[in-house]
């Protein structure tokens, strides 16, 4: 692919890939405040969306194998947890900016959390294996995964372990 094109498609994977998420936070918000067709509205968009995202992905030859894939998503947490966030963080604080000081320290240390896992997955994928956990529990505030069972509060911002979400 020549390097315009591929260009294009990147930002229209970008692009894509920000009105997805933002299209299901809406439908959240719009669920809390009494919205439910508005909340289905957002969430079918969203899958619109997503499937905008897979077609550029396939253009872009980003679909390979799962181990291809934890390798990638793998690469990604490191580097947030590495360089990214310590660089935002401190402009952040360079900046007196404690909404964003505390968002991004939040992101940071539950980074680490997902690096573990996808490090486990591919472990067990380059062996030829499935992982054994069968659940995995997401923090509601942070974002902190916990195999198996969530803990009795999260490490990362202290909510109650109840409160995490099963996957």
Same mark, same amino acid.
């Given at each position: 692919?020549?390097?315009?094109?591929?260009?294009?498609?990147?930002?229209?994977?970008?692009?894509?890939?920000?009105?997805?998420?933002?299209?299901?936070?809406?439908? *959240?918000?719009?669920? &809390?405040?009494?919205?439910?067709?508005?909340? #289905?509205?957002?969430?079918?968009?969203?899958?619109?969306?997503?499937?905008?995202?897979?077609?550029?992905?396939?253009?872009?030859? *980003?679909?390979?194998?799962?181990?291809?894939?934890?390798? #990638?998503?793998?690469?990604?947490?490191?580097? &947030?947890?590495?360089?990214?966030? *310590?660089?935002?963080?401190?402009?952040?604080?360079?900046?007196?900016?404690?909404?964003?000081?505390?968002?991004?320290?939040?992101?940071?240390?539950?980074?680490?959390?997902?690096?573990?896992?996808?490090?486990?997955?591919?472990?067990?994928?380059?062996?030829?294996? *499935?992982?054994?956990?069968?659940?995995?529990?997401?923090?509601?505030?942070?974002?902190?995964?916990?195999?198996?069972?969530?803990?009795?509060?999260?490490?990362?911002?202290?909510?109650?372990?109840? #409160?995490?979400?099963?996957?």
């Amino acid at each position: 692919m020549k390097k315009m094109t591929e260009k294009t498609i990147q930002d229209a994977l970008a692009g894509e890939s920000q009105a997805y998420a933002k299209y299901l936070i809406f439908a *959240d918000v719009a669920r &809390e405040e009494g919205y439910p067709n508005v909340a #289905k509205l957002f969430e079918a968009i969203a899958y619109a969306e997503r499937i905008h995202i897979r077609n550029h992905m396939e253009a872009l030859g *980003d679909l390979t194998n799962t181990t291809e894939h934890i390798k #990638k998503a793998l690469g990604g947490e490191n580097f &947030e947890v590495e360089e990214m966030y *310590d660089a935002f963080m401190a402009v952040a604080n360079h900046q007196e900016e404690k909404a964003a000081v505390k968002t991004h320290r939040l992101a940071f240390e539950a980074e680490k959390s997902h690096a573990e896992a996808f490090e486990k997955a591919l472990s067990s994928v380059e062996s030829s294996k *499935d992982i054994s956990t069968e659940e995995v529990y997401i923090c509601p505030t942070c974002g902190y995964s916990s195999e198996s069972s969530p803990p009795e509060r999260c490490p990362v911002c202290k909510v109650k372990g109840e #409160k995490f979400l099963k996957f």
